[in-house]
């Protein structure tokens, strides 16, 4: 079994930080490579290995901690991962208006393939051919509606299983940086939440300078995220998920929007990680001759068929054997797209059954290859010796027999009376699927993973509290906007509703300024929001990808936001309302109804803001600006100048749930209830009406309200409200 156990040791060992180099496959190793033990003490391993060796002796130098030297990490490899998928099929259920009924679509067909580790892979075909579909569903970001297989190094895997999502992340298109912090803080940021506090600072600082210097970021580190260059945003969103090394990288259009210069260093970024063992995949559009030929393979959709599966290299070939001859001089990656869109006369029927063909072909070769690898015929493609020779009749008798379908354990079997034949030690006794079942397990030999654990919900969200006030801190400019529109509210409300607090004939004057700062409130509480929590959100998608524990980074980012934006409100409301009570004649400090007041506006406020979530986050923004304020409207209609008893029945509990009703209520009761003293008549009138306070909020049917109903009203729907919100986001960003 000696063989076997070199194979596993070879899996930990594929990926590194520079200081490593590797060649798994022919068992050439010379790293230095750094993991945890199982006693969670830190060390470094030094492994080094003879080329080519049969035998493989592997020597393991154990380190302690205190020599980790600056350049060292934690993670110094990733587990090499081949990700074959097959009948891989989708559908969507959707609404037609032609048809008016539902219709289901299919938009991948049954498509199988592989992306192998230390392999750059582009995704490409013409817009709308399946390719976003394809990494959604392989990154597990979309499960619902997907049908098929999909394996990791041989064995059958989920997609929807944290096993599974933790050996990969998806970088998507639009960066979700933090534009107030620098490149430093983010990756601090994301090591903390990632790596938890079983780390210490300075091996997080470790690492996080040596990804940045690999990705040639080092020099930006204390740089805002919003000066950086398109090409370097794009480095800095890989490095963060290099944090925590996954084996698989998928990328939506990572050149996108970037010159050639920084196109071309991004592809060399990809082509190095590869080289450490990551597997990567990305979709792409319209390469430059120069970067297509630097992929190493390269995945052809059209119209969620496979149109093209295999080494960019072989690309022209391939297309030549279906008469399909690339003119000199031009981009094979132009002139692959021209056939998909169906330039040139090409069958594309004929097309896609021979690249299904190329695919069973070499899914056969790699097996053959594989397993003479585990019986110690590592030159196979070099053709040399007797047993190679035989091993490659073998390869093309089960190439080309399909049908055929030979167990794993067959082609073993095979294998070895090969070997035996061409003489070679026989020192491999069965077939041992223990390499594929401790990447089942994810258990891989040497596994840095079970030690690290992600930041609890308590420091995710003191983490992200902190960071969301030092945006918040940062970016002064809108709150400067904010507090000084309000200011100016409320010296336009005083002027225009000079002492109308303070005199019995100017009660509905005085109720129309209370209506005006209830309106104020509810907008500015609301409409900010609105327009920017749909970001913050579609960024918790791409979290998403982070693989993140999702109820826990959910819950923690909400909080955390909802605390750092307290504040905002609360300064802006209290200082409107300060100004404005003071000018309209209100500011009465008897039965502290001042505090009230401002107690009163502020919850308005934030529950305000917890309905700007609700809309902002559950719908699309041109909806959310329109149905909040519509919304807000129809709350204010219930209670306003109406009692209960008004309401139709069929609509009362729509009174018992407007946060604007209670507001009001609540407001007019700290201005005229709670046994104020008779108001002011001015002498020149015979008789004020509303000289007892009391006899207002009979006339405007709030004399039964007290304060404990408005704030509970307050208090409970904005909770509510807010929960609702976070269920809701919850439940979206599992279904998947
Ligand atoms: N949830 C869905 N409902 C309806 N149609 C969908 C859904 N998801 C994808 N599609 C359709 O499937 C097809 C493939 O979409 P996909 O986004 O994967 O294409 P693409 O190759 O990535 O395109 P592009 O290059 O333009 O981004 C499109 O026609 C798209 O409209």
New binding site residues.
């Given amino acids: 079994m000696t063989v076997i156990q070199e194979l596993k040791t070879f899996d930990g060992c594929g990926g590194g930080t520079g200081s490593s180099t590797t060649d798994c496959t022919k068992g050439v190793l010379a790293m230095k490579c750094c993991t945890t033990d199982a006693s969670s003490k830190l060390s470094i391993d030094e492994i080094s290995a003879p080329s080519t060796s049969s035998s493989g002796i592997i020597k393991i130098k154990n380190l302690n901690a205190n020599e980790l030297s600056k350049g060292d990490t934690i993670f110094s490899r990733c587990k090499e991962i081949d990700l074959e998928f097959e009948n891989l099929k989708y559908t969507?259920r959707?609404f037609s208006f032609a048809e008016k009924n539902f219709i289901t679509?299919e938009?991948l067909h049954g498509i199988n393939g592989v992306f192998r580790s230390g392999e750059l892979s582009a995704v490409m075909?013409?817009?709308?051919?399946?390719?976003?579909?394809?990494l959604?569903i392989l990154s597990g970001f979309r499960i619902s509606?997907s049908t098929g297989t999909v394996k990791v190094n041989g064995k059958v895997i989920s997609t929807n299983s944290e096993k599974y999502r933790e050996l990969s992340c998806y970088i998507i298109q639009d960066d979700m940086l933090r534009s107030h912090l620098t490149v430093g803080e983010t990756m601090m940021l994301a090591a903390n939440l990632k790596l938890g506090y079983n780390v210490t600072k300075v091996q997080k600082e470790n690492l996080i300078n040596n990804i940045l210097s690999q990705l040639s970021l080092q020099h930006r580190y204390n740089v805002f995220v919003d000066k950086l260059s398109g090409g370097q945003k794009k480095r800095l969103a890989i490095a963060l998920e290099l944090i925590s090394n996954p084996p698989v990288l998928y990328l939506d259009?990572p050149t996108t929007g970037l010159d050639s210069s920084s196109c071309s260093q991004c592809i060399d970024l990809l082509k190095k990680l590869a080289s450490q063992g990551h597997t990567i995949i990305c979709?792409i559009?319209q390469p430059s001759a120069m970067l297509f030929e630097r992929f190493d393979k390269l995945y052809t959709?059209v119209d969620?068929y496979c149109m093209y599966q295999g080494p960019v290299k072989e690309l022209i070939p391939f297309l030549a054997d279906q008469n399909l001859l690339c003119p000199t001089y031009h981009n094979p990656a132009d002139y692959l797209l021209e056939v998909a869109v169906g330039d040139h006369n090409c069958d594309l029927d004929k097309l896609i059954n021979a690249a299904n063909k190329k695919y069973h072909e070499d899914v056969d070769f790699n097996r053959v290859k594989n397993f003479a690898k585990q019986i110690h015929i590592e030159k196979l493609e070099l053709g040399t010796g007797s047993a190679a020779n035989k091993l490659t009749k073998s390869l093309k008798f089960l190439s080309l027999d399909h049908e055929k379908q030979p167990t794993d354990e067959l082609v073993f079997e095979e294998m070895k009376a090969l070997k035996a034949t061409a003489g070679g030690n026989n020192d491999v006794d069965s077939y041992d699927s223990a390499q594929e079942d401790s990447l089942q397990q994810n258990q891989p030999v040497n596994s840095t993973k079970p030690l690290i654990k992600p930041a609890s919900f308590f420091m995710q969200y003191l983490l992200l509290l902190n960071r969301n006030l030092i945006c918040v801190r940062r970016n002064y400019g809108p709150y400067l906007i904010r507090l000084t529109s309000h200011i100016l509210v409320a010296l336009l409300f005083g002027y225009i509703y000079r002492n109308v607090g303070v005199n019995a004939n100017t009660a509905l004057a005085n109720y129309v300024y209370i209506y005006g700062t209830l309106l104020l409130t509810l907008y500015t509480g609301k409409m900010p929001v609105i327009l920017t929590c749909k970001r913050n959100y579609t960024s918790y998608n791409g979290l998403k990808s982070l693989n993140e524990r999702y109820g826990l980074i959910l819950k923690s980012i909400s909080l955390s936001k909802r605390t750092s934006q307290f504040d905002r409100p609360c300064i802006c409301v209290a200082c409107y309302a300060f100004i404005s009570l003071h000018l309209t004649g209100n500011d009465l400090f008897d039965e502290n109804r001042i505090y009230y007041f401002v107690s009163l506006c502020i919850m308005v406020s934030i529950t305000a803001q917890a309905y700007g979530f609700f809309f902002g986050a559950n719908f699309p923004t041109k909806l959310a600006i329109f149905l909040g304020p519509v919304w807000g409207c129809v709350l204010s209609v219930f209670g306003f100048c109406s009692g209960y008893l008004d309401i139709t029945p069929l609509f009362r509990w729509m009174w018992h749930i407007s946060f604007m009703r209670a507001g009001l209520h609540g407001i007019l009761n700290t201005l005229y209830g709670m046994n104020r003293k008779p108001l002011d008549c001015p002498e020149n009138m015979m008789y004020c009406h509303f000289h007892k306070p009391k006899y207002f909020l009979k006339f405007m049917k709030v004399d039964d309200v007290n304060m404990f109903d408005s704030f509970t009203t307050l208090f409970v729907s904005s909770g509510i409200v807010y929960l609702l919100t976070l269920i809701i986001l919850w439940y979206k960003l599992n279904k998947r």
Avoid: D, F, R, W
């Fill in positions: 969507v959707k679509k938009i075909g013409p817009s709308g051919s399946g390719k976003s579909t394809l959604n509606g259009e979709t559009h959709l969620g």
